[in-house]
């Protein structure tokens, strides 16, 4: 049995709520890069019917995110505990639930949902990849909605036509539609040339032409080059 198409009326709601939360997000340098109707399959709370994929609004999210007492208390991942108490506080005013890329496992299948969203894709290095973000693409989470959410308007991919730097730009060649190689990733930053990508973040992710255009900080990525690498 096909599930019940959402009435006109409910689709109305849920844009209104989904304005609602794009306008509350925003004041915490967030914005929804994706949305995401619901399936039996992904196993979440009873009644939620759609999801708001959140990600880094840029510029500005690092200033706004350093100066949070999450970041002031020096105790430790002070991004997702803050993400925890935004994202959730968030979902509680509209009735929703909040949903993490962290904190597993199990872990939610954030990276499927983004691609069901219809505005996030795989790149030629499998990275994903998004209009707004290029290859930083990233969220802090997702807030599940007790409504359905109109059809995004369809877009083609921003890999499509590109010249893809992406493809040359590792110096070891760690990236590539086979996957990511961890390994070499991580021998190239314990050397002298490696300083570069732990500085300023990954040469891949840089040459993007929608990276260059999104306003992220040299000195975000190098906070997360950081962790990753310890």
Not at 16 to 40: D, E, K, N
């Amino acid at each position: 049995m096909s599930a019940r198409e959402p009435s006109p009326e409910e689709l109305n709601a849920g844009a209104a709520a989904l304005a609602a939360l794009a306008t509350a997000a925003a004041r915490h340098q967030l914005f929804v890069s994706g949305t995401v109707a619901v399936r039996p399959e992904d196993g979440l709370a009873e009644g939620i019917a759609s999801l708001a994929l959140l990600s880094p609004a840029e510029p500005g999210f690092w200033p706004h995110l350093t100066a949070t007492q999450e970041f002031a208390d020096g105790k430790p991942d002070p991004i997702d505990r803050w993400s925890r108490r935004v994202v959730g506080q968030l979902a509680c005013d509209l009735g929703g639930k909040a949903y993490f890329p962290f904190g597993g496992p199990p872990y939610r299948p954030f990276i499927g949902w983004a691609l069901r969203s219809g505005r996030v894709w795989a790149s030629p290095v499998s990275l994903l990849i998004s209009a707004e973000m290029g290859l930083f693409t990233s969220f802090r989470g997702a807030v599940g909605l007790r409504l359905p959410l109109p059809a995004p308007e369809p877009r083609t991919s921003p890999c499509t036509g590109c010249a893809a730097p992406c493809r040359s730009a590792c110096p070891v060649s760690a990236l590539g539609p086979e996957g990511y190689n961890v390994a070499a990733c991580h021998d190239h930053l314990n050397t002298p040339e490696g300083n570069a990508c732990l500085s300023a973040g990954c040469h891949a992710r840089r040459a993007c032409p929608f990276s260059e255009t999104y306003g992220r900080l040299p000195e975000q990525s190098a906070w997360h080059m950081r962790h990753f690498h310890t």
